[in-house]
Every structure is written in structure tokens, then in C-alpha cells.
């Protein structure tokens, strides 16, 4: 299984609801020397084609704790 091949974490996302109740993911991905980048993740509700990706994953304004709280 792949989950067990991966050995360092390299961000944290939490589960969130916008103001319209759809949930998306929340939290930071680390760049090691550069810091932890916040990032959010949607959902793709307007795929144009099976290839298209199903999710989009956008650099968010907040931090880690507006998310969700503190890090392992």
C-alpha cells in the first residue's frame, strides 16, 4: 500500500466548510527551508472531461492555525 512507502510528512490539511456549506481542505504544505505554504483544496464541480483533474489546490491567505489548530 503506498500510505505505508511514505515515511515524512510534508503538510497538514483539515476538513472545512465554506459559507455555503461545501466542504473543502484546508492547511499548509512545508518547503523546508522556504517556510509552510498555506493551501486550500476544491473540489472540481465544472470538469469539462474525464481527464480534466478532479481537484484544484489553490496558495490560501491564512495559516495553519485558522484552519484547524496546531501540528502534530
Known amino acids: 500500500m503506498i500510505r505505508d ?3 515524512v510528512p510534508v503538510g497538514y490539511l483539515w476538513i472545512k466548510k465554506d459559507k455555503q456549506g461545501r ?4 492547511g499548509v504544505i512545508s518547503l523546508g527551508l522556504f517556510g509552510e505554504v498555506p ?5 472540481e464541480d ?3 472531461n474525464e481527464k480534466a483533474a478532479d481537484y484544484i489546490i489553490k496558495v490560501a491567505t491564512v495559516t495553519h492555525t ?6 502534530e
Not at 39 to 43: L, R, S
Not at 66 to 71: A, C, M, P, R, T
Open 46 to 48: 465544472n470538469k469539462t
Open 39 to 43: 493551501i486550500v483544496v476544491f473540489k
Open 66 to 71: 485558522q484552519f484547524g489548530g496546531e501540528k
Open 23 to 26: 466542504e473543502f481542505l484546508g
Open 5 to 7: 512507502q511514505i515515511k
